[in-house]
């Protein structure tokens, strides 16, 4: 069992950054890939970034088109927390963000995801 508990978010304006963090709790943070996926009002939840657990992996990450080049996930094994990086935010980019979990290898796909965090609101405004 694993719990995430996501912070960081808030109001900021078109074109500033923030950074949210997703403390896990639980055994094994690093058998698990970690996720950030995103949910705007009446849109589906979707993928954003995903980052594998080990070194051996060198810690493999991929990105939704959407962010690519403006977002940058990472994580702390030692500390058992995961964060993402995100500059140049657009209103477009305004969701709750929820911090995700899975065995193994990363995924895009929100149902294959093990367990999530109770998410964090992120607003731009324009």
């Known amino acids: 069992q694993v719990q995430l508990v996501e912070s960081g978010g808030g109001l900021v304006q078109a074109g500033g950054s923030l950074r949210l963090s997703c403390a896990a709790s639980g055994r094994a943070f690093s058998d698990h890939s970690m996720h950030w996926f995103r949910q705007a009002p009446g849109k589906e939840r979707d993928f954003v970034a995903g980052?594998?657990?080990?070194?051996?992996?060198?810690?493999?990450?991929n990105y939704a088109d959407s962010v690519a080049g403006r977002f940058t996930i990472s994580r702390d094994n030692a500390n058992n927390t995961v964060y993402l990086q995100m500059n140049t935010l657009k209103p477009e980019d305004t969701a709750v963000y929820y911090c995700?979990?899975?065995?193994?290898?990363?995924?895009?796909?929100?149902?294959?995801?093990?367990?999530w965090g109770q998410g964090t609101q992120v607003t731009v405004s324009s």
């Open positions: 995700a979990a899975r065995r193994g290898v990363p995924t895009m796909r929100a149902k294959e995801v093990n367990y």
């Open positions: 980052i594998r657990g080990t070194v051996s992996s060198g810690y493999y990450r």
